[in-house]
């Protein structure tokens, strides 16, 4: 149980495009989810929390028009790099938590993305 | 947010008993202890999770004295395939926020 899944796993792109990332619960339902980025050799840091029917939480020093999130349905929440560049480079991991139970948070296997 | 203090590196050898170590002395009343593993370009994987004494599952312990302040994971008998980065994490069960510090790299030699 528990399981969340991100998709595309890896996408390639070329600078001003947009790209979408998916992130499912697959088994359970979660009000919450949570969008991270991690650089190489680096830890995870927390972009956003994203909310079921809300607007997304930001954290300091992440652009909410540049990071589009959509958390529309219980099991689904997206986000869109808009008008990516190369410094956008970099592995995104989604997670979301299980309602109702202790509230752990599941990770996705992370969706790598390259802009060329 | 509880701030965290983990061991950058260890290393072992397979068979042996790991215990890794987290500092976290301004917990708060409401914060859980997370583990997590993470293998690289994986998203991290939940390990156990804990808020008092001791708390075992299928893969770990954790142990967590009465003040709180640190907590220790235990990894019985490695294998070479626990080499990954492991992460502790504290935070307050209703806000799910968490904050990932820099982690132990644990390096498991045969």
């Known amino acids: 149980g528990a399981v969340v899944s991100q998709h595309p796993s890896r996408v390639i792109c070329k600078s001003g495009t947009s790209v979408k990332i998916e992130c499912r619960s697959l088994d359970f339902q979660a009000t919450t989810m949570f969008w991270y980025r991690q650089f190489p050799k680096q830890s995870l840091m927390l972009m956003a929390t994203s909310n079921e029917g809300s607007k997304a939480t930001y954290e300091q020093g992440v652009e909410k028009d540049k990071f589009l999130i959509n958390h529309a349905s219980l099991t689904l929440s997206t986000l869109t790099v808009t008008s990516a560049h190369p410094e956008d480079s970099s592995f995104y991991i989604c997670s979301a938590t299980v309602s109702g139970g202790t509230d752990t948070q599941y990770f996705g296997p992370g969706t790598r993305l390259t802009v060329l | ?110």
């Open chain 2, 1 to 110: 947010l509880a701030k965290t203090t983990q061991p950058i590196s260890m290393d072992s050898y397979e068979g042996q008993e790991v215990n890794i170590t987290c500092s976290h002395n301004n917990i708060a009343t409401n914060d859980y202890i997370t583990w997590y593993q993470q293998f690289p370009s994986q998203g991290p994987r939940f390990i156990i999770q804990g808020y008092k004494t001791k708390v075992t599952n299928e893969v770990a312990s954790l142990f967590i004295p009465a003040d709180r302040k640190s907590s220790t994971l235990s990894l019985p008998r490695v294998s070479l395939s626990d080499t990954a980065v492991y992460y502790c994490l504290v935070g307050d069960i209703r806000g799910n926020k968490l904050v990932f510090g820099a982690g132990t790299i644990l390096r498991v030699k045969s």
